[in-house]
Every structure is written in structure tokens, then in C-alpha cells.
């Protein structure tokens, strides 16, 4: 790494082939302050990892497909194949291109490539916008259509894709095979692939663990193939066979080494991966880096890992200009893996501490983190709006919190809080006496989580209306009682603590209805109730 450092360019021309999450990271942070190219066969930028939900939500792909040169002006787009380059003139060929492309770094992020509808295949990327839309759209015809569904290889992509697909089609049968023992690989806690299977099992996911299912013949183009649509029928080295309508090939991730073959033969290992050093410089070049899937780092092949390589690198480039010290390249060998079941559901596990159901689901199911990666590469995501669209699902929270006081007529009564994830994100909160009656001024404290408060739209929330902005809430009580007339009448008054002398209270409608054994319900709308993290309701008189 010596030699990079004794020649220092103020005017710094940096040539980035690879246009994907690792490519795009480092495009943005470096265009800061020098010129950046990049060379893809595609002018558009795809969020690899949200696009299994393409399958099942019709339009999503809006969400996670970007045009490169509207979103980041400042960087130049060269659309076509590299076919080599010359480390010694620091030129690179193109294809189709008579002239070459000069560069003072060079840096490798070609990614990999996995089977559709993991990624859009290259092929396909290079047919254009409407080509990728209509694959897709296909693709959530034929899962429409299908009864029986087979996802061949138990890894991240296969299992996502059968918690989308059996999520927003319960009533399909969809089977899981895996050859090995266990979902995931042995790299992942033991703990985390129990639950996973557990999880799938129990919505409804058919797994078969330890057997290999044949499906070349299902391909004879190759892993880039579309989907097979049935009937199939696929032979088991048990001797079981299946038949399916839809067949999905989940196996096997190939790093994309075209860009690179004929050039760098010299620093690649026998899967076509690039040998680096601590620096992440390409071992045997001075002037040339990789980053992502593309090189020999020995960490799992995340995301998260190569967003890390990409800040570093950009940091590191920003040493070199400045002609300050250069920092190693660590790994952090604590895994942060997030694994979605659907849109409502998911496990994970971050810096090597398992994760609970709501932080997966906030931090990664309900957008795949579309609205995530939009923020951090600048991109205007229109996630928020679409998820608008989607039906809402209810789940229970486990905190249980219980109302003090008694009466005469009750015991304590239990409250179960529950959070309504709504289809844009956002969330109501509602609490649900689970037994007891009401008795006079019970206060209710409802603890409002960070994503309920927060107003984010690059993370796929609703903006919250400003509880100075509304006039009357409802409420509606359900006790167990034993009249069987409604009663409405108001009751009550609720202001944020910590502004209650600046805002006016806003008054609360209260409906009580029977049965006899139905629970009682109140639930606060709109979505979010200003910038107070907690609301008080006090009730004056809830007498029958």
C-alpha cells in the first residue's frame, strides 16, 4: 500500500464498475468532493433485496428500481460491458466503445448473482425498465395461479420468499426443500434456525430438510432462467416425487467476474473471487480496490458487510487525497443477519444479540428495507405511498400492564397493548381490558414507541398529525356489562404531559356497548398524537 500513498491527487478521478448497494454507497459519499464514474450494463439501480416482495405485491418493484443518473447527477453513468483493462495505463475497455475510460482508482464491486427472482438477472437489466416490470409481474401472476408452490434451497432467499409468498396466500400449499440438516448456513446461530423453522411451520410452510431435489432439467438455460411454471414434477434422493405448478430455484450464489476476466487472473481464487488485502486493495495492484461480494474478505455476504467496506473504502480514499494515515480494514465477526417472514414477521440477529419480532419487523419486514437504503443513497423512495395500499394486520404486543385500583364490582384489570401495523407503516396503539370492569378515574399511561413518534417518510412512515390539529378522538368501550343499551357520553380529557399547559385538552368521545363477556377496546386515532412519547387518559366517570 506504500506506493498508493507517495502519489497524492488533489483532482481525484475515481471509476467504479458495478453499480449495486456496495458500488452505489460508495458512488454517493465519494462524489462529495471528487469525480465518480461508474460502469454498469444498466442504467438502473436495484435494491436486490426487496424485490422478492415483487412476487406478491403488484407495483412493488416501483419501490425498489431507480434510474442512477436522476438520482445522483453528480456522478457519471457509463452504460455497457467491461470486456478489460489495463492496470499499468489505468484504462478500462468497454464494449461497443471505441474509446477507453481512464481512472486514478479503480474500484471492483461487480456483486454476485443468484438465481430470479433473487436478482434480476443481467440479461434482463440490460432489456430495460418495462422488461424487469413485466418479468416480475408475470412472476406474481404464476404464484396467483398456482396451488402447489416448490422453493428449491433453504438459504436467506428461500426462506423470505416462502414467508412473502405464504403471508399474502395463505391458502397455497408451499414447500421449503433444503439439502442440508438445518435452514441457513452452519455460520448462523443454531438458535436463529430453530425458530426460523418453527415460525414457517407454523404459517403453514411444508419443510424438507436433508434431501436434494433434481431440477436441472427444469433449467436448460441456466441459473438466470425465469421461473418453471407447472405442471413439474421434481424427483427427491429419497424417491419421493412432488408435483408443483411453480417452481422457484433458490441455490446458489455466484459472484459476477466478466468485468474483470482475462485481467486479474492472477489475484482470483478458484470461484472467481478477488484476493484483497487489509486495505481491501486488490493483491498485486496498486491502484485498483473491490469491494462486496466481488472479493475474499472472510465475513458473511450481507448487506450490512458490504455497506461497511464501501464507508471504509470512501474513508480511505479521503485519507489517501489528504495524505493522513490509513486505517485497516476489520471485520466484524459479529453477525447482523434480519430475515423477514412476511411483512409483519421476521427474526434476526444484530452484532451477535438476537433481536425481538417488533424490532425485525420495524427495522425490515414491512419494506424490506426499501426506505432505508433510499435514505442513505438519496434516492426518493416511493414506498410510502404503495404500502398505503396494502391491508393491515393486527398482532398483540407481550407486555402486559395492570390497571391499579379496584372497586367494589372488579378486580385489577389486565391490559393488553396491542400495536395495528397499518400497510404505510405507521401504527395505532390500543389497549384491551382482558378481564375486570372499569372503576372511576383510572389513568391508562400509553407508551409510544420510537416509530410510532417518528416521522420519517424515508423509512416508509406516515407523517403523524399534530395533536394541536385535532379537535375530537373517539373511543369505543366494549365492558363486560350487564345492560344492553349503548350508552355515549364524554367523559374525559387527554393532553401530552409534557406540553398540557401549552395545548388545549382534547375531548374524548366514549361509547360503551355490550355483550356480556366482550372485552373492552380503546382505541386513539389518528396514528400518532404530536411529539410527546407519552399520553394520560383520565377517565371521570365510567359508571354504567
Known sequence: MGQVTGQIKQDLNVVIVGGGLAGATLAVDVSKWCSVTIIDQSPLFV????????????????????????????????????????????????EGREST?????LVLATGSQVAFPGKVPLALQEKGREAIVQAYETCREQVIDASTIVIVGG????????????????????????????????????QIRVQLQERLSAKGVEILLGQRADISNLYPDGAE??????????????????SADLVFNCTGVTPNTTAFEGSLEASQVRNGQIRVNKYLQVVGQCWVFAIGDCNVVRTKKTWVEAQRQAEYLAHLLKSLVKGKSLTRYTVDHKLTLMLSIGRFDGIGIRAGSMMSTD?????????????????????????????ATLPPIFRHEKRVLPMRGRTQRSSSMLIHEELESSANGAHRQRASVISGAGSRNH???????????????????????????????????????????????????????????????????????PPLLSPTALELSPVSLGTTKRAMLKFDSVSP
Not at 412493488?60 to 434510474?67: G, H, I, N, Q
Not at 475510460?101 to 482508482?105: G, L
Not at 373517539?474 to 356489562?481: E, G
Request: charged letters at 25%.
Open 47 to 94: 435494491q436486490s433485496m426487496a424485490s422478492l416482495r415483487a412476487c406478491v405485491v403488484p407495483g412493488w418493484m416501483d419501490t425498489v428500481l431507480f434510474d442512477r443518473q436522476k438520482n445522483w447527477p453528480r456522478v457519471t453513468q457509463i452504460t455497457g460491458k467491461v470486456i478489460g483493462f489495463d492496470t499499468e495505463k489505468k484504462k478500462i475497455r468497454i
Open 155 to 190: 438459504g436467506p432467499m428461500g426462506v423470505e420468499l416462502a414467508g412473502e409468498i405464504i403471508v399474502e396466500h395463505p391458502e397455497k400449499k408451499v414447500v421449503l426443500i433444503q439439502s442440508a440438516t438445518k435452514l441457513l448456513s452452519d455460520r448462523v446461530p443454531s
Open 101 to 105: 475510460v481512464s481512472y486514478d482508482y
Open 225 to 242: 432462467s425465469a421461473t418453471v411454471a407447472g405442471p413439474a414434477c421434481l424427483l427427491l434422493d429419497s424417491g419421493r416425487e412432488i
Open 443 to 513: 389513568r391508562l399511561r400509553l407508551h409510544r414507541s420510537s416509530t410510532m413518534a417518528g416521522c420519517a417518510s424515508e423509512r416508509g412512515l406516515a407523517t403523524p398529525i399534530a395533536a394541536d390539529r385535532v379537535t375530537s378522538l373517539p373511543i369505543l368501550a366494549n365492558p363486560p356489562l350487564l345492560s344492553s343499551t349503548p350508552v355515549e357520553k364524554t367523559t374525559g380529557t387527554m393532553a401530552g404531559r409534557r406540553q398540557r399547559a401549552q395545548r388545549p385538552p382534547v375531548e374524548l368521545k366514549v361509547s360503551r356497548s
Open 359 to 387: 424490532q425485525v419487523r420495524r427495522s425490515k419486514s414491512h419494506d424490506l428495507m426499501s426506505g432505508q437504503v433510499c435514505s442513505r443513497l438519496r434516492i426518493r423512495s416511493p414506498t410510502s405511498s404503495l404500502l
